[in-house]
T-cell receptor, first 115, second 112 residues
């Protein structure tokens, strides 16, 4: 089946640095990628939607200059957390719709800890 | 923002028992999907039920959808310890583009 490979799975960074998270679609083309954030014991909250070759669409309250999204190819979307702060520590997950309308494929998630 | 609520928030049962989780949503939908998430991992798609369907089965999973009540239920029969995970419902609707809107999730613990 369709697989979305997400890396890194865990990252610890210092405040003020930037972290890039990659999601690659394997064996299928992802024209759209959704980026979510999940705090402990909470549900997934959509941050932004990236579309290949165009600007990402951000949800209300999500700073586009802080969470940079790039979707330069049909198989790769990246989320860069810039100037990270401890409150950005969270679990970030990407997902892409499966063809044929049979649900979505999720990456395995990235646990970001900002110290 | 979240589309709906899941009930219960947490459920603890013995192996072999059935587990029922409920999901309510607010707007009209194209379909409703159930996902499973093991702790600290990504989500795994379990089952999708379309708005014109009322019930769907997949192995030990049974999903119902009542669009008049804007609610869905997920039943896991003959539960196993390996079913321990968080379960989320998510809706897809025309007025939300192609994106999924998630419920709050149910944390299921199956004791051996």
């Amino acid at each position: 089946g369709a697989v979305v490979s997400q890396h890194p799975s865990r990252v610890i960074c210092k405040s003020g640095t930037s972290v890039k998270i990659e999601c690659r679609s394997l064996d299928f083309q992802a024209t759209t990628m959704f980026w979510y954030r999940q705090f402990p014991k909470q549900s997934l909250m959509l941050m932004a939607t990236s579309n290949e070759g165009s600007k990402a669409t951000y949800e209300q309250g999500v700073e586009k200059d802080k969470f940079l999204i790039n979707h330069a190819s049909l198989t790769l979307s990246t989320l860069t957390v810039t100037s990270a702060h401890p409150e950005d520590s969270s679990f970030y997950i990407c997902s892409a719709p499966q063809t044929g309308g049979y649900g979505y494929t999720f990456g395995s998630g990235t646990r970001l800890t900002v110290v | 923002s979240q589309q709906g609520e899941e009930d219960p928030q947490a459920l603890s049962i013995q192996e072999g028992e059935n587990a029922t989780m409920n999901c309510s949503y607010k707007t009209s939908i194209n379909n409703l999907q159930w996902y499973r998430q093991n702790s600290g991992r990504g989500l795994v798609h379990l089952i999708l039920i379309r708005s014109n369907e009322r019930e769907k089965h997949s192995g030990r999973l049974r999903v119902t959808l009542d669009t008049s009540k804007k609610s869905s239920s997920l039943l896991i029969t003959a539960s196993r310890a390996a079913d321990t995970a968080s379960y989320f419902c998510a809706t897809e609707s025309n007025n939300a583009g192609n994106m999924l809107t998630f419920g709050g999730g149910t944390r299921l613990m199956v004791k051996p």
